[in-house]
C-alpha cells in the first residue's frame, strides 16, 4: 500500500470511492434505434452492438421505433429490421411524428424494465467498450470524457469550441431509483442535444447548452429538470467515469451531423413544448401538436413546416457516407463550432462511482390518453410513479385527472388509442414476458 506524506494536502486529491460487486442479473442496458431515413449502417452497427452485450453478459433492452406516416412524409417505407414482436427483450414502437426520439425512448424503456432491475445504463448502438486485457487502438480516449473532465476540473465549454471539447455521449449509467427521482431524460430536446444537456445538468450549468434564440418555454422547463438533476448529482459530485477505452463506429461524417446548425431549425419555428408536443398518459410518447379543426391555419402550416425541416435535418445527416475514414477524436479539430462537445486536458484517469438508488410501477389501464403539455394544470396525477417525469417541473407539466374529451383544452382523440400497450402486472417481474408493441 505505501503511505503519503503528512504534507500532501487533502484538498489536491481526487477522492477514489470503494466500489461494491454489483450483480449483473440487476443491471439492464437500453438502447434505442429510430431511423426515418433507413440508413444502412444503424442495422449494421447495431447487429455488432446487440453482439458485444451477449458477450459481455448484461440484459439488453432494445427499443425500436418507426415512423407509421412515412410515406405521406416522402420517406422509405418503415418497417421493423432489428427488432421482433415475441421476443422478451425488444419493445417496439410505432410513432406519428417524426422526431429525435432518442430521450423519450428511453424514459419509455426503464419504465418497461422488470422490477428487479437496479441498475441501469443506456447505451448509444455504435460503441464498443474495449476488451481487455488486450483491447484494440483506442479510437475515443478517456481523457476525452465529459465525466473525466469535471473530476479532474478541467475546462467546458457548452458553445462548442473546437478548442474545448469532449463528447458527452455515448453511455452513462445509474440507479434506477435516481433515474426515476430526476423525472427521467430531457425528452423535448426534439432535434438532439440531449446528451449535452444532461451533462451540463449534472453540474448545474444547463443553461450553458440553450441558445439564446431558442423559445422561452424550452429553456424554463429544461432549467427547472437541470436544476433537480444537479440537486441530485451533488452538483456533478457524485457523477464518475469507467477508466477504459471504447470505439465508436463510422457512421457519416461528423461535419453532416449539424450539431450547432440544427438549432436554427427550433429557433426559426419558434419550438415550445408546452404548445407544441402532446404526450402520451399512458406510455410516455411524445409527437407533435395534432392539427384539427380548432387550430389557426398559420399554426398548422408552421408545424407541418416545422415537421419537414426536421426530416430535412435527418436527410442532412448522410450517416452511409463512406468517403472518409474515421478520425481518432483526439486528433479532430472542427473547423466551425458545430458539435455538442467539450474538451479537457490531459491527465491519468481516476475511478470514481455514482452512489445512487429503484423500482417502478407500470399501470395496467386500457384507457390511453394523450395530454396536451400546455393543458396540464390539475395537481392530480393519474399514476404518481409514472408521472415523475413531469412532477415538478411546474403546473403546467402535471399529469390531470379530468376529461380528456374537449378539443379545445388541448386533449386528444380516443381513436388514436385503441391498440396501445398489453401489459400485465402479473409478469411484471418476468423479463421473458415482456415484450410488446406500442402502435397508434
Known sequence: MGSRSSKTSKSSRIPRLRVPKYDLNHFGVITVIFNPIKYKSRSELYHKFDEHMSRSHVTLLTVECIFELSENLDLPKQKFEITRPNDPRHLQIRAPSVLWLKENLINIAVKRLPSYIEYIAWLDADIEFEA???????VLRQDYSFAYAIRHEQRLDARRSSECYVHPGYGWAMRRTVFENMGGLLDFSILGSGDVHFAYALINRIE??????????????????????????????????????????WHGNRVDRGYFERWSILENFQFSPLKDLEKNDQTGLIRLTERHSSYQIDEMKRLESFEKGIIAYFRSRNEDNLKKSIPAINTLKPKISSSDIVRPSDVLPTYNQTSWTTDVNQPNNDNVEYIHLQNMHSGHNINEQNSISLNNLNDSYNHTSSSFKNYSQGYLNHELSDQYINFNEENRNDFSTLSEQISF
Open 132 to 138: 481487455r486485457p488486450a483491447g484494440k487502438k483506442d
Open 208 to 249: 450553458e447548452t440553450i441558445p439564446n434564440g431558442i423559445h422561452k418555454d424550452y429553456r424554463t422547463l429544461a432549467k427547472i429538470w437541470g436544476q433537480r438533476v444537479a440537486q441530485l448529482s451533488g452538483n456533478g459530485s457524485f457523477v464518475g467515469y469507467v477508466p477504459i477505452h471504447i470505439y465508436h463506429y
